[in-house]
């Protein structure tokens, strides 16, 4: 374990230079004090987690102290929003402070995002409020404790600095951990302003750096560009599988390493709705649950276009063809599992789809669905879930095709219910349970934040006097209106 001040920087992104980063100090927010900090992504840096209650840990993530080892860079980049380009984005309100190197010889980006303005602001205040601070920190730790890749949080900091928004509100700020902070967008920037060589820097950064494996490749550009749609490919079967909406998949929220990045108005689903979009903005639902899938595809056509300046059209075009059938497999694989399949038979597919036909006429929560069918013995789980279905005559035909599959399973139902309990949250980030976390919160109460971020790092075990955070959610907490205004 190591004490903050000793923490290793290698600030390999920084040392690219300027044009690719501007060197900005971050701008302290008033009265810091901690909301809540994460062990597990404490552990990343070699923290001890009671360090998170020291004056220095809530003066260096808000701004007030810095490392002298420390470079903090806005990020320039650029990207296609709701489908149309925008040509200048960066980072407008977060800042790489540098790269610090663990004792694992791994290399983590701290990037505290609220930290004042930047030449990328444009008209906003370079401010995050304490609400959208808390929703990233809750949102990313979640979706990792799920086994869903995703940017980590190390902390919130709180402050007395007011932000305009709708309201009056305060300011906070987050750290947020990821290996890389590039997006499809930094790629999208210099191929848009034609900047080749430039683009081919950072290219050759991302390659050697984040994807070493494929620096001996035949065509290493090519295979770089291969494992990011696998790695797509895998995020979004995960997100499919499990509910998760982002909200906001503009290229510029698109991590390179294949990792959910940028947390918005994203929701998990409560009941199931192939057509839910969890943004408030986002009137045609461009970025529907269902849509996630073509929009992923849409996003990495995006980045090729853009990488057409090394790679080779066809092979291009060849590559992204890999993103459909990769997605089903993954997809496919993980489903099998939440209906606690082990083995594979050509109908599985139908199967699920079956189910989410049933599901979709109403009423049947996506969670809870998965977790009580888990229960023992099978013909006793079916009855307690089939009693949420509206569509019962839909429901009974698909249970009696399950039931004879499970019964096709080889081996019997023993440690059936361990295994799917082991892949079927009870506890998901609903976003009323969120928004009654934020409400304590913005009143100075921090207990609730904690104790939900407590509860959802480990969703698969049940957990003593946590019921409530198992519950469907009551209707008023069904339809939040999260806009983009954070
Ligand atoms: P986001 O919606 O957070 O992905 O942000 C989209 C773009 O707007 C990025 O370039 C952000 O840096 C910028 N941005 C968002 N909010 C602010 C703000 N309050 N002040 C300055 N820039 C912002
Ligand atoms: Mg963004």
């Given amino acids: 374990m190591k004490s903050l001040d000793h923490l290793t920087f290698d600030n390999r992104f920084a040392a690219l230079g300027d044009t690719y980063s501007t060197e900005v100090l971050p701008d302290p927010i008033a009265d810091p004090r901690l909301v809540v900090a994460s062990a597990s992504a404490m552990a990343l840096l070699d923290l001890d987690p009671a360090q ?30 709701f489908g149309s380009y925008n040509p200048r984005l960066g980072d407008g309100r977060g800042l790489l402070l540098g790269e610090v190197l663990n004792d694992a010889g791994e290399h983590w980006d701290l990037h505290l995002k609220g930290a004042g303005q930047t030449p990328y602001s444009r008209m906003g205040d370079g401010r995050a409020v304490l609400r959208s601070s808390i929703r990233e920190f809750l949102g990313s730790e979640a979706l990792h404790a799920l086994g ?35 997006r499809f967008g930094h790629f999208e920037y210099f191929y848009y302003t034609r900047q080749p060589e430039q683009q081919r820097v950072l290219i050759d950064h991302v390659l050697q750096q984040h994807y070493p494996e494929c620096v001996s490749a035949e065509q290493p550009y090519l295979a770089m ?41 994203y929701a998990f689903l409560d009941d199931f709705d192939a057509n ?9 639902g461009r970025y529907s649950y269902a849509n996630q899938v073509p929009i992923a ?86 009855q307690v879930v089939r009693n949420d279905f509206i569509d019962l005559a839909g429901f009974d ?30 506890y998901v980030l609903r976003n009323y349970l ?37 519950e469907r959610p009551p209707e008023w907490g069904k339809h939040l209106e999260i806009s983009c205004s954070s």
């Fill in 148 to 182: 869903i890749p995703s940017s980590r949080a190390l902390c919130v900091i709180g402050s007395s600095t007011p932000v305009w928004r709708e309201t009056q509100e305060s300011a906070a700020m987050l750290l947020r951990l990821a290996q890389s902070h590039v």
């Fill in 434 to 470: 969120a928004q009654k976390a934020i409400e304590a919160a913005e009143a100075g109460d921090y207990s609730e934040v904690r104790r939900l971020h407590q509860v959802l790092s480990t969703p698969f075990d049940e957990q003593e006097g946590m019921q409530a955070y198992a």
């Fill in 52 to 81: 998170a209650e020291l004056p220095v840990f809530a003066e260096l993530f808000s701004g007030h102290k810095l490392w002298a080892e420390a470079e903090p860079r806005a990020m320039i980049y650029s990207g296609h929003q």
């Fill in 297 to 382: 595809h849409w996003n990495l056509s995006a980045l090729a276009q853009a990488l057409t300046t090394v790679i080779d059209v066809e092979a291009l075009k060849a590559a992204l063809e890999l993103f459909l059938p990769l997605y089903q497999a993954h997809y496919l694989d993980l489903m099998r599992r939440r209906l606690g399949l082990t083995s594979a038979e050509d109908n599985d597919l139908a199967l699920v789809e079956q189910l989410l036909q049933c599901m979709q006429s109403g009423g049947v929560d996506y969670t809870l669905f998965f977790r009580r069918l888990g229960e023992q013995p099978l013909p006793d789980a079916l």
């Fill in 225 to 265: 560009f291969r494992s990011i749609v696998e790695r797509n490919a895998e995020l979004i079967a995960r997100w499919q599988a499990y509910g998760f909406c982002h909200g906001v998949m503009n290229t510029d929220n698109m991590s390179i390493l294949g990792i959910t990045f940028d947390f918005g108005p």
């Fill in 397 to 426: 035909a698909w249970a009696t095709d399950y039931l004879a599959r499970c019964e096709r399973e080889p081996g019997n139902a023993e440690g059936r219910r361990e295994r799917m309990h082991a892949v079927n949250p009870l």
């Fill in 276 to 284: 839910f979009i969890c943004n408030h903005s986002d009137d045609r």
